[in-house]
T-cell receptor, first 115, second 113 residues
Framework: DSGVTQTPKHLITATGQRVTLRCSPR?????VYWYQQSLDQGLQFLIQ???????AKGNILERFSAQQFPDLHSELNLSSLELGDSALYFC??????????????FGPGTRLTVL | DQQVKQNSPSLSVQEGRISILNCDYT??????FLWYKKYPAEGPTFLIS?????DKNEDGRFTVFLNKSAKHLSLHIVPSQPGDSAVYFC????????????FGSGTQLTVLP
């Protein structure tokens, strides 16, 4: 158990809909990362938040957005869903102090299926 | 453009023997490298990491080697155990405060009893 929790575990929805994925980082971790793993691709970085502020963006679509709340949990919002958005979405957290590196610890993921 | 490549999608080894998983990268700005293990229906689990200022890091049965001139790293598992059967991902991190990871496509390791 990494200490990172994600809900829900599975989500099935229809095209055009909007969903929210939730992540709670490990206790003490200030940084939250979101990654997408599609069937034909590896893990792709989407976005990172540090202590409530957006720190970096990767290959995140404009239809997707995220935020980190004062209690440090994070939500990833996916809207106008398309079939191609079906994937595993992982959240990871790390301490991330200054410029030093900290290993990222991953949650169990949310499997999104868009029908 | 794949900046981190794992060219072997799968690898099978006998229990007790050495498993060697390979990874190549193209971005010379990467300065920290990690290996993750992933079981089906679970998130990646951190295994071992290495900074670009080192060429070897060891943790129990796991050793990571880094060859900066060749932009190549490898993970050695000795001895291999059936419980090691999983997908192994190589990941790299660049300088800068964000420290997001760039992942390879993974290698499925099967350890045969």
């Amino acid at each position: 158990d990494s200490g990172v929790t994600q809900t829900p575990k599975h989500l099935i929805t229809a095209t055009g809909q909007r969903v929210t994925l939730r992540c709670s980082p490990r206790s003490g971790d200030l940084s939250v990362y979101w990654y997408q793993q599609s069937l034909d691709q590896g893990l792709q970085f989407l976005i990172q938040y540090y202590n409530g502020e957006e720190r970096a963006k990767g290959n995140i679509l404009e239809r997707f957005s995220a935020q980190q709340f004062p209690d440090l949990h994070s939500e990833l919002n996916l809207s106008s869903l398309e079939l191609g958005d079906s994937a595993l979405y992982f959240c990871a957290s790390s301490v991330l102090t200054g410029a030093s590196y900290n290993e990222q610890f991953f949650g169990p993921g949310t499997r999104l299926t868009v029908l | 453009d794949q900046q981190v490549k794992q060219n072997s999608p799968s690898l099978s080894v006998q229990e007790g023997r050495i498993s060697i998983l390979n990874c190549d990268y193209t971005n010379s700005m990467f300065d920290y490298f990690l290996w993750y293990k992933k079981y089906p229906a679970e998130g990646p689990t951190f295994l071992i990491s290495i900074s670009s200022i080192k060429d070897k890091n060891e943790d129990g049965r796991f050793t990571v080697f880094l060859n900066k001139s060749a932009k190549h790293l490898s993970l050695h598992i000795v001895p291999s155990q059936p419980g090691d059967s999983a997908v192994y991902f190589c990941a790299a991190s660049g300088s800068g405060s964000a420290r997001q990871l760039t992942f390879g496509s993974g290698t499925q390791l099967t350890v045969l009893p």
